[in-house]
């Protein structure tokens, strides 16, 4: 079965700083896909970033990037340049075979002015 | 661009009634996932419907029955409520095809 772990549940950064939220995982597919969401107070699940496993090469999106280390089966989320929008839960995942997404227990984020 | 539209937004039901919650996809998504998020939980995945058939399910109570129509829209039938059915519903849809997976903005049901 697979697996998502979010070890940090709760982290704080001030306003322009950056911050690294951390995300491990466990599957038995040899080919798969990553996922960072964020929830804000909206409760409105929006995408941040994903990464598929064959690619070696980080995904890049704005200000946010992931380090994907396949071996160790790790998959933090950096956010550069925090700002107050960006406070929010963050909702690390892996998608099964069968479509669904299996969920991290979540981050809950505060950036701070 | 079209979104996932989940109706109704909100809704107060008494314990043991019944609530009936709808989505509609993406057009040409051919894939619904129905996810329960409960306060300060992360969403769990409840059941998904590909070109019509039931493709995968998970934790879904047995009070609870789904499926999806001809037009691709899904509804999610939750029978004899708990309070502990108070969560926020999400719906997903995808293509098989064109790839994507979205989300709605969630149906809040409240059982009291």
């Known amino acids: 079965a697979q697996t998502v772990t979010q070890s940090q549940p709760e982290m704080s950064v001030q306003e322009a700083e950056t911050v690294t939220l951390s995300c491990t995982y466990d599957?038995?597919?040899?080919?798969?896909?990553l996922f960072w969401y964020k929830q804000p107070p909206s409760r409105q699940m929006i995408l941040v970033i994903r990464?598929?496993?064959?690619?070696?090469q980080n995904a890049t999106e704005n200000r946010f990037s992931v380090n994907f280390q396949k071996a160790a089966k790790s998959f933090s989320l950096k956010i550069s340049d925090s700002q107050l929008g960006d406070t929010a839960m963050y909702f690390c995942?892996?998608?099964?075979?069968?479509?669904?997404?299996?969920f991290g227990q979540g981050t809950t984020l505060q950036v701070k002015p | 661009a079209a979104g996932v539209i989940q109706s109704p937004r909100h809704l107060i039901k008494e314990k043991r009634e019944t609530a009936t919650l709808k989505c509609y996809p993406i057009?040409?998504?051919?894939?619904v996932y129905w996810y329960q998020q409960g306060p300060g939980q992360d969403p769990q995945f409840l059941i998904s419907?590909?070109?019509?058939?039931?493709?995968d399910k998970g934790s879904i109570p047995d009070r609870f029955s789904a499926q999806q129509f001809s037009d691709y829209h899904s509804e999610l039938n939750m029978s004899s409520l708990e309070l502990g059915d108070s969560a926020l519903y999400f719906c997903?849809?995808?293509?098989?095809?064109?790839?994507?997976?979205?989300f709605g903005s969630g149906t809040r049901l409240t059982v009291v």
């Open positions: 995942a892996s998608l099964s075979n069968t479509g669904k997404l299996i």
């Open positions: 599957t038995s597919e040899s080919n798969y896909y």
């Open positions: 997903a849809s995808s293509s098989q095809a064109l790839g994507g997976y979205t």
């Open positions: 057009p040409r998504h051919d894939t």
């Open positions: 419907f590909y070109e019509k058939m039931q493709s």
């Open positions: 990464q598929e496993a064959y690619k070696q």
